[in-house]
């Protein structure tokens, strides 16, 4: 199936980047991919200049909350080769949190044309090295002007990037937050809902009070188990070389692509890893008898950043780094991986 698609040029050219200096999330690109679900079908595709939304005031999402996002990155080796990786994992998740929203799943057909419009009129964005990358932001809501809670019939998809640098420009720290919860067994903790971001919040405060500049959370039944910083997965290394990570069988944690890869990548380096529940108690426990040597945290926008102390309930733990890190091998193998110097799955790398 082909997706017809309308498109209207920028007013302006392309401005200039300074690739050295770019902020995380703030330059948009000057188009952006719209899609429209209505009358039971996906009817209409186009690329269009970057601008403001008009939305109905008793716009669905903003008052029952179906809306989520997607986050991915594109790439540019410096032999010129132009990639998005991992984009059929991140549309598989995509469709699997608009399952769970009981929103309509959107044609990987119709994902891949726009993205790859985009991408191709974007094509300024394409940065001079793999130190920046471009940053995609696929984004879904429900957009019935309708005051009552039911499904939505009507939906906006929209696709825009952002060129980014470095998302974490200093080291983190993370506070353990043991009072509220991100996601309870049931819920929504494994989909990536706009909603989940917004109960995370009430944490930040309270974080930056501890020097912190993430939250780690516990699972909300116990506040037992580890689950995930609010928008990066969490591992942990031990003295004897085994790599640990919560496993995702609660349903509670977000299955990353990053998380995904680091994995593997580890695997691949003959590395021990298991994914399994491990308590606060095992990590405090391990960082205090010196037996837990490392933990950091993976995510698409950060990739692998090392986690410098936790603070737990009043005290801080701090990780002393020993070198060189299994945290700083997974980020160059990463790295490597984007360059075309290894290849674990040749379907990862979906070139432009
Ligand atoms: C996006 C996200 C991650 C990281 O997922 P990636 O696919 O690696 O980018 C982890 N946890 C949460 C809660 C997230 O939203």
Redesign the pocket.
Same mark, same amino acid.
């Given at each position: 199936m082909s997706w017809l698609i309308s498109y209207e040029a920028p007013a302006t050219p392309p401005p200039a980047l300074d690739w050295e200096r770019l902020p995380f999330g703030r330059i948009f690109s000057q188009h952006i991919a719209l899609a429209y679900f209505q009358n039971g079908k996906w009817d209409e595709a186009r690329l269009q200049p970057f601008q403001d939304f008009r939305l109905h005031p008793a716009t669905h999402a903003l008052h029952y909350g179906q809306a989520l996002f997607e986050? @991915?990155k594109a790439y540019q080796r410096p032999d010129g080769t132009r990639f998005v990786f991992r984009l059929e994992d991140?549309a598989r998740?995509l469709n699997l949190s608009a399952a769970r929203l009981s929103m309509p799943p959107i044609p990987l057909d119709l994902f891949e044309t726009l993205l790859r419009e985009l991408l191709l009129k974007e094509s300024y964005l394409f940065p001079p090295t793999l130190k920046q990358a471009i940053y995609i932001r696929p984004f879904y809501f429900a957009t019935d002007p309708y005051v009552g809670v039911r499904t939505s019939e009507s939906y906006l998809f929209a696709i825009f990037l952002s060129p980014v640098g470095p998302y974490y420009t200093q080291p983190v720290a993370a506070y353990v937050e043991t009072e509220y919860s991100?996601a309870a067994p049931g819920g929504t903790?494994n989909v990536?809902m706009a909603g989940?971001?917004a109960t995370a919040l009430i944490s930040n405060a309270r974080a930056q009070a501890a020097d912190c500049q993430v939250t780690l959370w516990l699972d909300a039944c116990e506040k037992r188990w580890v689950e995930?910083?609010?928008? @990066?997965?969490v591992f942990f290394v031990w003295k004897d070389g085994r790599v640990t990570t919560p496993s995702l069988e609660r349903g509670t944690?977000?299955?990353?692509?990053?998380?995904d890869t680091i994995l593997a990548l580890l695997q691949a380096a003959g590395h021990p890893t298991e994914a399994r529940d491990i308590s606060i108690q095992e990590v405090i426990e391990g960082i205090t008898s010196g037996t837990l040597v490392e933990v950091f945290g993976?995510?698409?926008?950060a990739t692998v950043i090392p986690i410098t102390a936790l603070h737990y309930q009043g005290k801080r733990y701090e990780l002393s780094a020993a070198q060189p890190t299994i945290a700083e091998k997974a980020r160059a193998a990463y790295y490597s991986l984007l360059a075309g110097e290894t290849t674990l799955q040749p379907d990862w790398i979906w070139k432009i």
């Open positions: 986050g @991915m991140h998740r991100r903790g990536k989940n971001y995930e910083f609010s928008t @990066m997965n944690i977000l299955a990353g692509v990053t998380r993976t995510g698409t926008a």
